[in-house]
């Protein structure tokens, strides 16, 4: 798989991973706790480490360009 196609289903995850914490259904999940309560804070995490992956391989990408 190339850093691009890489770079490209990491993105897919993000947005998809992002609309899920946005969502009133996962708000309305934690507000009843029916959940772990450090599940939004698990989640956010997932998105953060996630967005520096992004950035790592974006920087593998821009490396190629400049070779």
């Given at each position: 798989?190339?850093?691009?196609?890489?770079?490209?289903?990491?993105?897919?995850c993000y947005?998809k991973i992002?609309?899920?914490?946005?969502?009133?259904?996962?708000?309305?999940?934690?507000?009843?706790?029916?959940?772990?309560?450090?599940?939004?804070?698990?989640?956010?995490?997932?998105?953060?480490?996630?967005?520096?992956?992004?950035?790592?391989?974006?920087?593998?990408?821009?490396?190629?360009?400049?070779?």
């Amino acid at each position: 798989m190339k850093p691009v196609e890489i770079l490209k289903d990491f993105n897919s995850c993000y947005v998809k991973i992002q609309a899920v914490a946005q969502s009133p259904e996962w708000q309305k999940l934690i507000a009843e706790m029916k959940i772990d309560p450090e599940a939004a804070t698990h989640l956010g995490d997932v998105l953060h480490y996630l967005e520096v992956a992004i950035g790592c391989v974006d920087e593998c990408i821009n490396q190629e360009k400049k070779s």
